[in-house]
């Protein structure tokens, strides 16, 4: 299973971006799809996860600022980023689960500046 994910680059505060995971098998084979992130120094963090069954979580400091949501039809899991802050800068990786193997594309940079 690949993962590619993309869409990262350089956005101002307040701006906004979307992060795209494209998925080399059917992505309704996973139990559930995820965005992480690692800023720099830090560890990697959850940021938000769309189950198969079609639930949503968030992490508290993304919460009504992204929206995680997929395409069944491309094989695309995606993550609308708005309001972004500084904070917010980090390698967003995509994340991919189900019985047969826990999945990571490569990561893709969002940096926002103040």
């Known amino acids: 299973v690949q993962l590619q994910a993309s869409g990262g680059g350089l956005a101002q505060a307040g701006g906004s971006l979307r992060l795209s995971c494209a998925a080399s098998r059917t992505i309704a084979s996973f139990n559930y799809m995820a965005w992480h992130r690692q800023a720099p120094g830090k560890q990697r963090e959850l940021v938000a996860t769309?189950?198969?069954?079609?639930?949503?979580t968030y992490a508290d400091s993304v919460k009504g600022r992204f929206i995680i949501s997929r395409d069944n039809a491309k094989n695309t899991v995606y993550l609308q980023m708005n309001s972004l802050k500084p904070e917010d800068t980090a390698v967003y990786y995509c994340?991919?689960?189900?019985?047969?193997?826990?999945?990571w594309g490569q990561g893709t940079l969002v940096t926002v500046s103040s």
């Open positions: 769309i189950f198969s069954g079609g639930s949503l």
């Open positions: 994340n991919a689960w189900n019985t047969g193997g826990n999945y």
